[in-house]
Nanobody, 121 residues
Framework: QVQLVESGGGLVQPGGSLRLSCAASGSISSINFMGWYRQAPGKERELVARITSGGITNYGDSVKGRFTISRDNAKNTVYLQMNSLKPEDTAVYYC???????????????WGRGTQVTVSS
């Protein structure tokens, strides 16, 4: 079974930076997309950033110019560099991947358990 594990969350002051990592493991044939979503209390889950296998990126409007997504294909890992953090960035950040299983040849949507990011003075 494919698993996604996030790391790098924590507490940071406004204007600070954090880098999140998400490592995919298991019987992976290919990764079509990987990205990050977030959900704050009382709000819907929203797209933060995503990246295709070809390196094409897409960002949510609220993070454009501040966040950067990248991936290391050899390690099956995606990163999210977050700069100029604001209190409204506080949320649980979830790693997401559309991944084909090597054994079953089934493509499915996988989610990590999430990592908390808190931006506060």
């Amino acid at each position: 079974q494919v698993q996604l594990v996030e790391s790098g969350g924590g507490l940071v002051q406004p204007g600070g930076s954090l880098r999140l990592s998400c490592a995919a493991s298991g019987s992976i044939s290919s990764i079509n997309f990987m990205g990050w979503y977030r959900q704050a209390p009382g709000k819907e889950r929203e797209l933060v950033a995503r990246i295709t296998s070809g390196g094409i990126t897409n960002y949510g409007d609220s993070v454009k110019g501040r966040f950067t997504i990248s991936r290391d294909n050899a390690k099956n890992t995606v990163y999210l560099q977050m700069n100029s953090l604001k209190p409204e960035d506080t949320a649980v950040y979830y790693c997401n991947g559309i991944i084909t299983n090597k054994e079953s040849v089934v493509t499915a949507n996988y989610w990590g358990r999430g990592t908390q990011v808190t931006v506060s003075s």
